[in-house]
């Protein structure tokens, strides 16, 4: 018979099978001191008005300082950008000090991304273990660039080749 762990990890392998991109979650925190969570629950949910979700765990330490937020910004990392990406899905290790961002209206733009999108808060609905967070899309740019977007597979970063 499955335990609840058996069921617990055959649901984590089978919802990693979905491939999906990376992006880091970006804000300003305490003091206005830049933040950052490497994410890939980004949803696009509606064209008309323009809105994107994203899941928040709820023992991320960052919860509560996130869903209290009004603005934050979606960065879509390149496959280049995995130190960062590694780095921002470390426990307590969310600052952004170090990385190249401009602090604009609605948080940081990490300068490297491949495309961004600000989002001030719409919605958020309690789901399981998870907030979902839904956002109205107030500004957006993309990058024209080569680079490929980075990737996350079967629970590995993954470049497309
Ligand atoms: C590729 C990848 C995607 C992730 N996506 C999410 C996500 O969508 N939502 C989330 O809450 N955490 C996500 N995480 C986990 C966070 O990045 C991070 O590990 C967690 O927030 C660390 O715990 P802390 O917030 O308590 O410091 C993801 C991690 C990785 C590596």
Redesign the pocket.
Known sequence: MKTQIDKNLNLRNTFGKFATG?SIVSFLGKGNQPFG?????FTSVSLDPPIAL????K????CESIINKKNYVFNFLADDQINL?VK?????N?NLIDADCDIQEYGPILKNSIGWVACSKREIIEAGD?FIILGDVEEISSLNDKRNPLV?WSGKFQNLK
Do not use: G, M, R, Y
């Open positions: 990376v969570v490497t994410v890939n629950s994203w899941c928040i765990d023992k991320s330490e960052l990406a921002l899905a470390e426990k307590d969310h998870h996350f």
